[in-house]
């Protein structure tokens, strides 16, 4: 087989898209987009009193972690996050740490996302979407952080204000907080969407079908 790199001219124009593998393979190729288990997170029909300000599983932006860090510290404030991040990390019981996960979610108000792979040198400048994204609005909470710059992205999540997007150096974590906190109903209303959104079109069962 020849090496992948030997391919470099037909990727360059084609990054990240199906036609790349199309005309590599001359097969037809789709692409199918992640999901969650929307059953497991959903807030509803009993939806659970908010108590965890702001959830953060996983790969994180180390400026805006510290914010979140200093207002817990300093306010009546919850931020639950990983202490042990690694990915040598592994679960005793993947379905106790999977329960784990969903209750927490749907008890967030916010839940911390980032492209797949953020932060070292993995994702090579692809910009991709992680599972936290759909796990996130299915619990019904408000995505913050940043949204991947892909357009599969905005096909998936086709609406306003999908990701409220905070600065990388942190510098405004606390002031978007603050005036997002400052309208109740309109967190209400962008979090049934979410959910609503997520048991529409992203459980793995629209994946089968």
């Known amino acids: 087989l020849r090496r992948l790199e030997d ?44 108590v965890i300000d702001v959830l953060s599983i996983g790969r ?35 379905i106790e740490h999977r329960e784990m996960l969903a209750c927490a979610a749907r008890r967030s108000r916010f839940f911390i996302t980032y492209p797949a792979k953020f932060g070292d040198g993995e994702a090579h400048g692809q910009s991709e979407i992680g599972a936290r ?12 952080g940043q949204a991947p710059a892909t357009p599969a992205f905005r096909h998936d999540f086709p609406w306003p204000d999908a990701v409220v997007q905070l600065n990388a150096d942190g510098s405004d974590t606390a002031e978007v907080l603050a005036e997002l906190s400052r309208r109740p109903e309109e967190l209400t209303r962008l979090g049934v969407r979410n959910a609503v959104a997520a048991l529409r079109r992203h459980d793995w069962a629209h994946r089968w079908s």
């Open 7 to 50: 391919f470099d001219h037909i990727f360059q124009p084609f990054s990240g898209s199906v036609d790349a593998l199309n005309k590599l393979l001359n097969r037809p190729c789709h692409r199918l987009p992640h999901a969650a288990d929307v059953l497991r997170f959903t807030p509803g029909p009993k939806t659970p009193a908010r």
């Open 60 to 94: 994180r932006c180390e400026p805006v972690h510290q914010v979140l860090r200093r207002l817990a510290a300093a306010q009546d404030f919850f931020y639950m996050y990983d202490t042990l991040p690694s990915p040598l990390v592994r679960p005793s019981n993947p």
């Open 133 to 144: 994204y759909f796990e996130g609005i299915a619990a019904g909470a408000i995505l913050l």
